[in-house]
């Protein structure tokens, strides 16, 4: 099963609900783009239809496909920069003024010119709607401003290059013409997408999506896909099938025993897995007594990372660090000190129990460690059930736990529920992955910065286990205020010991990006030796990028 952001699914039980006829083929066709490529991606529910860029619930089936950024980063190779809708771009005024000039000759899907008009509205929406800001950006933005007729201004607080992924690569461009006249863009379902991109929707089925190529679409001669189907697996198994028959050739989930039961069954099928973030358990930070730093550590200590990976993940995903540093992916990162103070994080229940201990708790009739206040160690952990490996590794944390005294109950929700308690806050703990992005300071931003985060009962960005720390905030706005690598690297070492020492997230295996793919119909796909964008179908901008590098056989 794979991993997102988040999920757009509505309620469903069972398996898929429709069979769809059309699945991978390909012929190459001088009248333009041709053959129909099937995403076998489990989602654990049916499609809601919602294609809002802006919507967290949706944004990982529409940006980079459909709508588009202004620039892509590729987090796979140091940063490096592709123009999109803007052709160039330029820092100034000490790195807190960035111009970009905005492409000529593209157009909407409904036949309007695209401009930089509609990127100064694009960003100025999202500073008079707080819920579209995913990544906070007007935290530090101060203004934005067309200049001229192709130029957009963008003046920060302080130095922010770092910023630039955000900015430039994570917030998709929206016509003006058409979201100034929505009353409610934070509840928009934008089931018809006006956009620049190589595909449109036509149509959405619960069921299924079909993403059509845009035949008027600016860059000539792509997409050379004519269609793409989406259908919607409510369960791994027939996802699993779909891939391993050759019905669909884009894979992006977890399979046990993947060699046995997908690349051996075809020279065509293969799979990487880069590490590019981590999976990990969210204490929330609002219930008691996981508020105490003592209990987080403890529960640190009780998880057998190496275990988790071996059984939950078949090895797969290697297992993570209190750290919070994606290795080998991020290793230059790691600062000595920390990685040694890490180590003292190796699976110990017994440490785990004498730090309890010297705390105040003590140890009921039933195993379960008491808090001074009365209360007994036992939590609830929501965790999406369609996700076999999530768990099967949520087993072996609990059974480290249990061994610490410390009572894990799961709670294996449908996507919506799962979605709905995550984002609100209604939970105990959470077992989940964020998508980091080029450099450990994103992930470490998405758990850590305060401005991502909400009042319990409302939705957070990221930052689901409300942690809050005018320290880590100030700290996380010093790197985005520097370019200097030592500085930075000096910085994310002084997270890191945030990440040791207050535990406010406790990683338990690295996140890969699950990717299978099918060369039986199609070459292009991004590979170890060719690493153009992540690969996995549910990251954005980035499937629109794999889907623009596609061609049929």
């Given at each position: ?6 999920l757009?699914?509505a309620a ?10 059309a699945?991978?083929s ?7 783009p ?23 619930s949706a ?7 459909v ?8 987090a ?9 809708l803007a052709t ?8 807190k ?5 905005i492409?000529?000759g593209?157009?909407w899907n409904d ?13 100025n ?6 819920a579209l800001?995913?990544?906070s ?12 007729t192709?130029?957009?201004v ?5 130095p922010?290059?770092?910023y630039f ?15 100034s006249t ?27 999506i079909t993403?059509?190529?845009n ?8 997409p050379k896909?004519?269609?793409v ?5 409510t369960?791994?198994?027939?996802a ?7 019905q669909?050739?884009w894979?992006?989930?977890f ?16 799979y ?5 973030a981590?999976?990990?358990l969210?204490p929330?930070?609002?219930?008691a ?9 403890a529960l640190a200590?009780?998880?057998d990372?190496?275990k988790?990976?071996?059984v939950?993940e078949?090895?797969?995903e ?6 919070g540093i994606?290795?080998p ?5 790691v ?5 040694s103070?890490?180590?003292?994080f190796?699976y110990?229940p ?8 010297a705390?105040g708790?003590?140890?009921g009739?039933d ?7 009365g ?6 952990v929501?965790?999406q059930?369609g ?10 944390v ?13 709670d294996?929700l449908?996507?919506n529920?799962?979605n709905d308690k ?6 105990d ?47 996380l706005?010093q790197y985005g205020?520097t370019?200097d ?9 002084k997270?890191?010991?945030?990440m ?11 996140s890969v ?10 070459t292009?796909?991004?590979?170890p ?13 980035d499937?629109?990028q794999?889907?623009l ?5």
């Open positions: 099963m794979r991993r997102f952001r988040k757009a699914l469903a039980g069972g398996l898929m609900a429709a069979v769809l006829a699945c991978g390909g012929t190459t066709s001088a009248a333009g041709s053959g129909t490529l099937t995403i076998s991606n489990e989602s654990g529910g049916l499609w809601q239809c919602s294609f809002n860029p802006f919507n967290s944004n990982f089936l529409s940006v980079g496909n709508y588009e950024p202004l620039v892509f980063v590729n796979l190779q140091n940063d490096q920069t592709t123009p999109w160039k771009w330029d820092w100034s005024n000490g790195n003024t960035l111009t970009f000039t492409r000529s593209v157009k036949g309007q010119a695209m401009g930089a008009a509609d990127v100064a509205f694009t960003y929406l999202l500073k008079k709607n707080a800001d995913l990544n950006v007007w935290s530090v933005l101060d203004s934005v401003a067309q200049q001229g192709d130029q957009v963008f003046n920060f607080k302080a922010a290059v770092p992924f955000y900015i430039a690569d994570q917030i998709a461009i929206v016509p003006q013409h058409v979201w929505i009353a409610d863009p934070v509840h928009y379902t934008d089931a018809k997408p006006v956009a620049t991109g190589a595909y449109e929707v036509n149509p959405c089925t619960p069921q299924n993403f059509t190529a035949k008027n679409y600016w860059q000539p001669g792509l896909v004519a269609k189907l989406y259908p919607a697996f369960s791994n198994d027939p699993n099938n779909y891939l391993a028959t050759g669909a050739q894979g992006s989930q399979i046990p025993n993947i060699d046995a039961f997908y690349a051996k069954k075809s020279p065509d099928h293969h990487w897995f880069p590490p590019i981590q999976v990990s969210f929330n930070e609002k219930v007594p996981l508020n105490d730093p003592v209990v987080r550590k200590l009780a998880i990372r190496n988790a990976s071996s939950g078949y090895g797969y290697p297992a993570g660090n209190q750290m994606v290795t992916t991020f290793q230059s990162w600062d000595p000190a920390a990685q103070a890490a180590a003292s190796n110990n017994t440490k785990a129990s004498s730090m309890l201990e705390a708790y003590h140890k009739s195993g379960i460690y008491v808090s001074p206040a209360k007994r160690l036992s939590f609830h929501i965790n059930g996700y076999s490996d999530w768990v099967a590794t949520m087993q072996v609990i059974q480290g736990a249990k061994a610490a005294g410390i009572e894990i109950i799961p294996n449908s996507a529920d799962y995550l984002f609100n806050g209604n939970f703990l959470a077992y989940y992955a964020e998508t980091g992005g080029p450099a450990p300071y994103y992930e470490l931003r998405q758990w850590l910065y305060s401005a991502n985060t909400a009042p319990i009962g409302q939705q957070a960005s990221t930052n689901f286990e409300r942690y809050s720390d005018p320290q880590t905030d100030s700290l706005d205020a370019a690598p030592a500085a930075q690297k000096q910085i994310i070492a997270l890191e010991q945030v040791l020492t207050q535990v406010p997230v406790i990683p338990v295996t690295e990006d699950w990717y299978q793919y099918d060369t039986s119909h199609f292009g796909w991004p590979t030796q060719n690493q153009y964008a992540l690969p996995a179908a549910f990251q954005i901008p499937m629109g794999v889907l590098h596609l061609s049929p056989k």
